[in-house]
């Protein structure tokens, strides 16, 4: 363990002075040590080593996996938008990471967007206790999956951010009113929630 904390340390150290975007830790760096093909180890043992020693690479598949997809959303009656919608308030509200995700439209002119962001340092329910939207506080009950959920509406533009691991997700609906906005994002919290990473 000690060994493990040293190989995180060193690696967190390292980026300190890098933003917190994922895909940049994917290059190896120069000079990086290669395991000897005499060492000997099965290809399982050397699987969970590695993962254990690269831990950006796992939250970075979780951070994917918990996207919502096409299929996901079929029930929903919606269409992936060509361009991400910007930013309600909330989501620039959330620490900066590796976000993920897109914008689908409803027939009615109403919009999804999912913004889902991994977290290297910190586990997403730490980074969601720090978080303070524009608006009013939305009550909603926290989805199986979740280990952590808040949401806030502003306007007509209600968003729900569930916490589970590493991962953050985040839900924002503009609609026509603030109650139509509301009842979607909660609709579609527990959809969200199963999608995040067991802890």
Request: charged content about 15%; hydrophobic content about 40%.
């Amino acid at each position: 363990m000690v060994v493990l904390a040293a190989v995180v340390l060193t690696g967190l150290t390292g980026c300190a002075d890098r933003p917190n975007d994922l895909e940049t830790y994917y290059d190896k760096p120069a000079g990086a040590a290669t395991p000897s093909a005499t060492t000997p180890a099965t290809s399982s043992s050397v699987s969970v080593e590695q993962a254990a020693a690269n831990p950006v690479n796992h939250i970075a598949e979780d951070v994917a996996a918990a996207v919502l997809t096409k299929s996901d959303l079929a029930s929903e009656g919606v269409r992936e938008a060509a361009a991400r919608a910007a930013n309600g308030s909330c989501f620039d509200a959330v620490p900066a990471g590796d976000p993920r995700g897109s914008t689908w439209l409803y027939t009615s002119g109403s919009s999804l967007t999912q913004q889902v962001t991994g977290y290297l340092d910190r586990t997403a329910a730490e980074v969601l206790a720090q978080v303070a939207c524009d608006g009013q506080q939305l009550t909603i009950a926290r989805p199986a999956g979740a280990e952590a959920a808040r949401a806030w509406c502003d306007g007509t533009t209600c968003t729900v951010l569930l916490a589970g691991g590493h991962v953050l997700s985040g839900l924002q609906v503009t609609a026509s009113t603030q109650t139509r906005a509301a009842d979607a994002v909660k609709g579609l919290a527990a959809l969200a929630a199963e999608k995040l990473p067991s802890s």
